[in-house]
């Protein structure tokens, strides 16, 4: 079954989620945020699954964030675009099933975002992990809020102020991964991973998620949306973007 940009297929108990535009990186076009939305409340929805798993289509990436060319420019703009952007985001969180991200390339911005939303990593060794908005002169929106429950402060700060790409192995080390695997296993591992997962009282599984999760998506959140737009009006915003358009690298004032 096709939802927007996205593949659903329902296997037994585990639903499997495969961004479909690989030719775009699976970056987050309108069709597939509509197919994610769309799949996790099928998801939530459906009694039948008990876990859902999410991946990218085709080998290069599990999803490459944004699409800079269509980003808003305007802080009135860029509020709403972060309002509507941020729950996608949350999605795999506010799904009351587990959610696995099975990451099999770049998981980069809201893709990387995408993926610490959910409550499993299991990392090809081939993907990479990356909050980059910086080199545009902005932040990340959902990670700035979440990323050093994870990580730690410091790290948070590094990842997020520097921009830098780290492998499988360190976000493994860092906790984001929970466990890496050989690229051509990643897809039986993470089926493995569900199918045991499954097997467990889908009611503990479910309240187990909730109590983790409590507290989640507070006054933080609002921060941001908040927060963001304001960043747009700064010289440095201007100078990423034409930087990042002509391939460059871009000189912050």
Request: proline share 6%; hydrophobic share 45%.
């Amino acid at each position: 079954m096709r939802i927007g940009s996205v593949e659903f297929e329902k296997r037994g108990r585990v639903a499997w989620v495969t961004l479909d535009e690989p030719g775009k990186l699976n970056a987050l076009s309108e069709g597939i945020c509509e197919g994610i939305a769309g799949s996790l409340a099928r998801i939530d929805d459906d009694d039948e699954i008990r876990v859902g798993i999410l991946t990218g289509g085709g080998e290069k990436s599990f999803c490459a964030g944004g699409d800079i060319s269509g980003f808003p420019t305007r802080p009135a703009e860029a509020r709403a675009f972060i309002a509507r952007i941020l729950p996608l985001l949350q999605a795999p969180e506010r799904c009351r099933k587990p959610i696995i991200a099975a990451v099999n390339g770049i998981a980069y911005g809201g893709g990387f975002e995408l993926a610490i939303a959910c409550d499993f990593v299991i990392a090809s060794d081939r993907a990479r992990f990356a909050v980059p908005e910086i080199h545009l002169g902005l932040l990340p929106g959902f990670a700035l809020v979440r990323l050093h429950d994870i990580v730690g402060r410091p790290k948070a700060k590094e990842l997020s102020m520097m921009g830098e790409p780290i492998d499988a192995a360190e976000a493994c080390r860092l906790g984001i991964a929970l466990k890496v695997v050989p690229h051509e296993a990643l897809l039986a591992e993470a089926g493995a991973f569900a199918e045991k997962l499954a097997s467990r009282p889908r009611v503990a599984v479910e309240v187990a998620k909730s109590f983790y999760n409590r507290g989640l998506g507070g006054d933080e959140m609002r921060y941001a949306i908040d927060a963001f737009p304001y960043m747009l009006l700064t010289d440095d915003v201007t100078e990423g973007f034409e930087a990042f358009r002509q391939k460059r690298k871009p000189d912050f004032k």
